[in-house]
């Protein structure tokens, strides 16, 4: 079984500033690893995965994620934050050998200020 | 990117009835859509996958009579919550697979007060 911990429910920061929204994963078994994000009154969208080479994995929008074995952790980061980055953040896990399954976990609220 | 869209998107009722939410994918067909549900401060969990044209799989702990899940057509699944208590009240979320695999795409979820 899997399990995710995203340990800060919320995070805010001020434009322009670094962020890192904390993940740690456990799985008996090799996993690929997602980060969800989700803005007022929309769905989840993927915003980057870790499913095999590079451990440093990126999206279109400046955010990456990079997936650290030894200490089951898959943080994501942004060097410079927009106002239009606040949203909820969700860090999820699936097992490799059943990617239907996906193991969320509790989300990080982003909050962006001026 | 594809679109997955539920209705209603909030809904409220009175306890002992029983409440239908609709999932729908609008620009592509899916032959595997989930339902999950998510309590407030808690994580997103699957309650049941959804296979056009058979009966949905349940995760342990999840009572099928309960959560009633019918998957008829390629486009549509619906999850009908019946005799619906106050503990049922929560944040129902759908996703959709595209036919043949691959991403999964979300709705934006339907809120349900159980009063």
């Known amino acids: 079984a899997q399990s995710v911990t995203q340990l800060d429910s919320q995070v805010p920061v001020f434009e322009e500033a670094p962020v890192e929204l904390r993940c740690n994963y456990s799985?008996?078994?090799?996993?690929?690893l997602f980060w969800y994000v989700q803005y007022p009154n929309q769905g989840l969208q993927l915003l980057l995965k870790y499913l095999s080479g590079s451990t440093l994995v990126e999206s279109i929008n400046g955010f990456e994620a990079e997936f650290n074995k030894s200490q089951t952790s898959f943080h994501l980061r942004k060097p410079s934050v927009h106002i239009s980055d606040t949203a909820e953040y969700f860090c999820a896990v699936s097992d490799r050998r059943n990617t239907d399954k996906l193991i969320f976990g509790t989300g990080t609220r982003l909050q962006v200020f001026p | 990117g594809a679109v997955v869209s539920q209705h209603p998107s909030w809904v409220i009722c009175k306890s002992g009835t029983s409440v239908k939410i609709e999932c729908r994918s609008l620009?592509?067909?899916?032959?595997?859509m989930f339902w999950y549900r998510q309590f407030p401060k808690q994580s997103l969990m699957l309650m049941a996958t959804s296979n056009e044209g058979s009966k949905a799989t349940y995760e342990q702990g999840v009572e099928k009579d309960k959560f009633l899940i019918n998957h008829a057509s390629l486009t549509l699944s619906t999850l009908t919550v019946t005799s619906a208590h106050p503990e049922d009240s929560s944040f129902y979320i759908c996703?959709?697979?595209?036919?043949?695999?691959?991403?999964?795409?979300f709705g934006e979820g339907s809120r349900l007060t159980v009063l």
């Open positions: 996703s959709a697979r595209l036919a043949g695999g691959g991403e999964l795409f």
């Open positions: 799985s008996s078994v090799s996993v690929y």
């Open positions: 620009d592509f067909q899916a032959t595997t």
